[in-house]
């Protein structure tokens, strides 16, 4: 008699079996199990295959990048990590707030009067005696809240103070 087993789309023959010959049943199990082992095996070595193709493609696909990438190095300059520093515009010199203030640097800066400096103004003291300024870690003149004086109001320091401390704003 002459079985025929499938296993995993792969079809055997069988020897001629006696049905009736003890252990036969075995040897068909053990036949099948190798023929299953057989064809993992050849999946495997296809597999395999496969991935070598993919892996020799991309090395072409890189080996084809690099050669890009050096001519495209040659034709163009190599960029330097940072630019080249650029040259500082020659800017006019600014004109104060009070044309002729402070052209001989004898000028206050709080109250724009000649003959003293900000640190001995008799002006920003008396303001910092009545606490409508006041001077930070840094030794700037502030408001009272800490805040910059405004120079948009017009004038000196001196008079944007006062006209605060007039408007109630200080």
Same mark, same amino acid.
């Given at each position: 008699m002459d079985y025929s087993r499938s296993t995993g789309g792969?079809?055997?023959?069988?020897?001629?079996?006696?049905?009736d010959r003890p252990g036969s049943e075995a040897l068909v199990?053990?036949?099948?199990?190798?023929?299953?082992?057989?064809d993992t095996l050849i999946n495997a070595e296809k597999r395999q295959t496969q991935r070598d193709q993919q892996l020799q493609e991309l090395q072409k696909n890189i080996a084809s990048m690099k050669q890009t990438l050096v001519a495209n190095q040659q034709v163009a300059p190599a960029m330097p990590y940072a630019p080249a520093p650029m040259p500082y515009p020659q800017y006019q010199q600014r004109l104060p707030r009070n044309p002729g203030f402070?052209?001989?640097?004898? /000028?206050?800066?709080?109250?724009?009067?000649? +003959?003293?400096?900000? @640190?001995?103004?008799?002006?920003?003291? $008396?303001?910092?005696?009545?606490?409508?300024?006041?001077?930070?870690?840094? /030794?700037?003149?502030?408001?009272?809240?800490? +805040?910059?004086v405004? @120079?948009?109001?017009?004038?000196?320091? $001196?008079e944007t103070v006062e006209q605060y401390t007039r408007t109630g704003l200080v």
């Amino acid at each position: 008699m002459d079985y025929s087993r499938s296993t995993g789309g792969r079809s055997y023959q069988t020897r001629e079996l006696v049905p009736d010959r003890p252990g036969s049943e075995a040897l068909v199990k053990m036949e099948e199990k190798i023929a299953m082992l057989t064809d993992t095996l050849i999946n495997a070595e296809k597999r395999q295959t496969q991935r070598d193709q993919q892996l020799q493609e991309l090395q072409k696909n890189i080996a084809s990048m690099k050669q890009t990438l050096v001519a495209n190095q040659q034709v163009a300059p190599a960029m330097p990590y940072a630019p080249a520093p650029m040259p500082y515009p020659q800017y006019q010199q600014r004109l104060p707030r009070n044309p002729g203030f402070g052209t001989q640097g004898n /000028g206050c800066f709080y109250c724009q009067e000649t +003959g003293h400096m900000l @640190n001995s103004c008799p002006h920003a003291l $008396k303001h910092l005696d009545a606490k409508w300024i006041i001077k930070n870690e840094e /030794g700037r003149i502030r408001l009272p809240n800490g +805040g910059q004086v405004p @120079n948009n109001v017009g004038g000196s320091m $001196k008079e944007t103070v006062e006209q605060y401390t007039r408007t109630g704003l200080v």
